[in-house]
């Protein structure tokens, strides 16, 4: 199976390729937020829209002119990348698949991308547009094959990344015969049907006692001073190190889950409405359940792996596993109960991953709508 695939490497630039890449991406951000902004005009003055072929034609004459011929200083290939993400953030916010696009910020993260003709890659030698030298590249994998485009970055701790997307043939891994069903949970950020129990590590926590101290010592600098700068690198840093050993435990775990099971079922959780919880709001956004599932989902479509979602109003806490009965209320300070109908005492969560995996592959089975009818799990035809 032939897939794209991302690899992400840190790289040193030299203070020559520094400029070069902050004259980069605030080319990159002002031909973006200009252009959104007069995409707006045009629709709210004129309520003509804009497409891509125009913005691209426009930019043209934009560089053209006196204000902004130091647009020319830079690769044109990143600017016409910019012009493509946004028309891609119109597409997705016209789709209702995400908010409508915002304004590019100078201190959040930066970015540029190449396309072929931007960069030369050959050896493990990378060579940026308008570069004299290679990129210092810390290569800690092999890359199968040339990438299609090369993505540069410089995230808020000042940290350089380059991401390479790269058509690999993927072999599927051998077929298995273990099936498991995953309920995900806060104390426990997995519970399988077969009783494993895989506590949460909770990064945040870890790291929150150095952090809260960073924002205070940030929260008394003097606004557009150079302490305060420092000040907020530093609080980025522990922002940045969170996020890494978090992406790092979930890449693990959902690397072990697919390459011991052939069938995975887990429920579809709607992650963006529970974070208004102003209760469990930190807890739910530092497990990183949305990151987790999305993992499992496409690494099981590389592999060859069974992957089932399943409606997420299905009764899976409250409903017997055993025989079938469906409680009317279970509230979340329970974590066992006793079935009145079987005598049997269960526990919440594992309870749960057996009825997730009941349903999973019940859907597998029959490709069609699973239903709860009389106690019993059938699917429609």
């Not at 959104?36 to 004459?61: D, V």
């Not at 600017?79 to 916010?93: E, I």
């Amino acid at each position: 199976m032939q897939v794209e695939k991302g690899y992400k490497f840190r790289f040193y630039p030299t203070k020559e390729q520094q400029v070069i890449l902050a004259q980069t991406f605030g080319c990159v951000r002002v031909v973006y937020n200009y252009f959104l902004n007069y995409r707006q005009e045009s629709y709210i003055k004129e309520g003509k829209k804009i497409s891509y072929h125009e913005t691209s034609a426009l930019l043209t004459k934009l560089k053209e002119t006196e204000e902004k011929k130091w647009l020319n200083e830079v690769s044109c290939v990143p600017l016409q990348q910019s012009l493509r993400h946004l028309q891609v953030a119109y597409t997705k916010f016209f789709n209702k698949t995400a908010e409508y696009p915002n304004f590019k910020k100078k201190f959040d993260k930066q970015s540029a991308e190449y396309t072929k003709s931007a960069f030369t890659f050959k050896n493990g030698i990378l060579t940026l547009a308008k570069m004299k030298f290679p990129l210092k590249v810390k290569w800690s994998r092999k890359c199968k094959g040339g990438p299609s485009t090369i993505s540069v970055s410089l995230d808020a701790s000042g940290r350089y990344f380059v991401s390479l997307l790269i058509k690999e043939d993927i072999k599927p891994k051998r077929v298995l015969k273990t099936k498991i069903g995953i309920d995900l949970g806060i104390k426990d950020l997995v519970v399988t049907s077969d009783g494993l129990k895989i506590n949460n590590p909770k990064h945040l926590k870890k790291h929150e006692n150095k952090l809260a101290k960073a924002q205070r010592v940030l929260s008394k600098k003097q606004k557009g001073s150079k302490n305060r700068f420092k000040a907020k690198l530093k609080v980025a840093k522990i922002h940045a190190k969170i996020a890494d050993t978090r992406k790092d435990f979930l890449h693990k775990l959902s690397t072990k889950l697919i390459n011991e099971n052939q069938v995975i079922c887990v429920e579809d959780l709607a992650v963006k409405n529970m974070v208004k919880n102003r209760h469990l709001s930190k807890a739910i956004s530092d497990v990183g359940w949305g990151e987790f599932v999305r993992q499992l989902e496409y690494k099981s479509k590389w592999y060859g792996r069974g992957f089932v979602k399943i409606g997420r109003f299905f009764p899976t806490s409250k409903r017997c596993f055993e025989c079938g009965y469906v409680a009317e209320s279970l509230p979340l300070d329970v974590r066992s109960w006793r079935c009145p109908s079987c005598n049997v005492i269960l526990d919440r969560d594992i309870n749960a991953s057996k009825n997730i995996l009941e349903v999973g592959t019940t859907f597998l089975a029959c490709g069609e709508n699973v239903k709860l009818v009389s106690n019993s799990i059938s699917c429609s035809q």
